[in-house]
């Protein structure tokens, strides 16, 4: 005869196990629904909210500064210059840094600004996001991975910053620049194609 207290031990078990297994996992972002907001602290304490960018393009740039895949767009220049870009068009770009405490890639406000600066880099603002809270929301994969959020705050792309998967700073020229062609495309009215790609690089440090 078994024990009434196994008994019930066992289902306790069972009920937690569907309950694991029958719970929603968190949304992924989906292209042409609205882009997940947030809120969030940036490199010079301020705190930003996505809600708040309504009526600019956004671009949010996953980045960790010791990934080979991040150093060939800085290294190049190409990440600048996209940034530089935006900046002039008044788009919003935030660099997000979604690296946990002892991981690759994390870095304290103050190492962030450094970056900033010895890169002559130009977001709109450097994002700390320790905890990946903003990194799972977006299920950004890589460093780089680029969303592009258009003016009514839909998502609109999401994916590689470019064609050539690779470390090499050579692929930049010949390569067909996902995000300058989706900037374009917002900017002219147009829907952004393709509007997912593969994103490449290293693995976000969660």
């Given at each position: 005869m078994a024990h009434p207290v196994l008994n019930?031990?066992?289902?306790?078990?069972?009920?937690?196990?569907?309950?694991?297994?029958?719970?929603?996992?968190?949304?992924?972002?989906?292209?042409?629904?609205?882009?997940?907001?947030?809120?969030?602290?940036?490199?010079?304490?301020?705190?930003?909210?996505?809600s708040d960018q309504r009526g600019?393009?956004?671009?949010?740039?996953?980045?960790?500064?010791?990934?080979?895949?991040?150093?060939?767009?800085?290294?190049?220049?190409?990440m600048q210059a996209l940034q530089q870009e935006a900046?002039?068009?008044?788009?919003?770009?935030?660099?997000?840094?979604?690296?946990a405490p002892g991981k690759q890639g994390h870095v304290s406000p103050q190492e962030a600004n450094e970056l900033t600066r010895s890169r002559k880099a130009a977001p709109s603002a450097v994002l700390l996001d320790p905890?990946?809270?903003i990194g799972q929301l977006y299920g950004a994969r890589t460093t780089p991975h680029i969303y592009?959020?258009?003016?009514?705050?839909?998502?609109?792309?999401?994916?590689?910053i470019d064609d050539k998967p690779s470390t090499s700073p050579a692929d930049v020229a010949t390569a067909n620049n996902y995000v300058r062609?989706?900037?374009?495309?917002?900017?002219?009215?147009?829907?952004?194609?393709?509007?997912?790609?593969?994103?490449?690089?290293?693995?976000?440090?969660?």
């Amino acid at each position: 005869m078994a024990h009434p207290v196994l008994n019930r031990l066992a289902s306790l078990v069972l009920l937690s196990g569907a309950l694991i297994l029958t719970a929603p996992a968190m949304a992924a972002p989906e292209v042409g629904k609205p882009a997940p907001d947030f809120t969030a602290t940036d490199s010079n304490g301020k705190t930003v909210k996505l809600s708040d960018q309504r009526g600019k393009i956004v671009i949010l740039e996953w980045t960790n500064h010791d990934c080979p895949f991040v150093k060939k767009h800085y290294g190049s220049g190409n990440m600048q210059a996209l940034q530089q870009e935006a900046g002039q068009q008044g788009i919003v770009w935030w660099s997000v840094i979604s690296s946990a405490p002892g991981k690759q890639g994390h870095v304290s406000p103050q190492e962030a600004n450094e970056l900033t600066r010895s890169r002559k880099a130009a977001p709109s603002a450097v994002l700390l996001d320790p905890q990946g809270t903003i990194g799972q929301l977006y299920g950004a994969r890589t460093t780089p991975h680029i969303y592009l959020i258009d003016p009514q705050g839909k998502l609109v792309y999401m994916g590689a910053i470019d064609d050539k998967p690779s470390t090499s700073p050579a692929d930049v020229a010949t390569a067909n620049n996902y995000v300058r062609a989706g900037l374009k495309a917002v900017q002219q009215g147009q829907s952004v194609q393709p509007a997912v790609t593969q994103p490449y690089g290293c693995s976000v440090k969660y």
